[in-house]
């Protein structure tokens, strides 16, 4: 199984909602990221989780917080946004955090908040 | 910034036609990789070139890279209405070698 699934595909919230995106993989990957990718950009990183741990934060606004809670899944919780943070966030894997490693992407949660 | 500068922004070509992007970046690099966004989905990897290396094949692709120049194209020979989609290059961040950096893209389109 090569494939990185996430839910939702959609979300739509306002900004006094709190709610979580899902990723999981089952490739054996030990690092998962989270990137954001407004449109006609490029993704930006945002998290690197490597064997279960937050290696990464690019300076990222804590009303996003990641959360692994085992090496198939990663989650992002979602908690007071702003309609600038409206994007597709993507969720990837790789098998160690090396910029040598492919990294295997998911569909995307496509967000709006309100 | 690393961010790598890829252009054409857009390029535009008739099936059966080659399609070059070309990629520059800032700072020395381990290796650079090339991936493909279909429309609103997720990226898909291409291909992976190390910093020792000039040129790369895989299959209807072939990349080249200039450490010289701060570098890189992709061509992809013989296209065809399904390559249409955004392509990527993605480097080592300042020579780091645990984040990817995107960079702006090239946005292909194939038309049959």
């Known amino acids: 199984d090569t494939e990185v699934t996430q839910t939702p595909k959609h979300l739509v919230m306002g900004m006094t909602n709190k709610k979580s995106l899902k990723c999981e993989q089952h490739?054996?990957?030990?690092?998962m990221y989270w990137y954001k990718q407004k449109a006609k950009k490029p993704p930006e990183l945002m998290f690197v989780y490597s064997y279960e741990k937050l290696s990464i934060n690019e300076s990222v606004p804590s009303r996003f917080s990641p959360e692994c809670p085992n090496s198939s899944l990663l989650n992002l919780h979602l908690h007071a946004l702003q309609p600038e943070d409206s994007a597709l966030y993507l969720c990837a894997s790789s098998q160690g955090q090396w910029t040598s490693d492919e990294q295997f992407f998911g569909p995307g949660t496509r967000l709006t908040v309100l | 910034s690393q961010q790598g500068e890829e252009d054409p922004q857009a390029l535009s070509i008739q099936e059966g036609e080659n399609a070059t992007m070309n990629c520059s970046y800032k700072t020395s690099i381990n290796n650079l990789q090339w991936y493909r966004q279909n429309s609103g989905r997720g990226l898909v990897h291409l291909i992976l070139?190390?910093?020792?290396?000039r040129e790369k094949h895989s299959g209807r692709l072939r990349v080249t890279l200039d450490t010289s120049k701060k570098s890189s194209s992709l061509l992809i020979t013989a296209s065809r209405a399904a390559d249409t989609a955004s392509y990527f290059c993605?480097?080592?961040?300042?020579?780091?070698?645990?984040?990817?950096?995107f960079g702006t893209g090239t946005l292909l389109a194939v038309q049959p």
């Open positions: 070139i190390r910093s020792n290396e």
């Open positions: 993605a480097t080592d961040a300042s020579g780091a070698t645990n984040k990817l950096i």
């Open positions: 490739m054996g990957h030990r690092a």
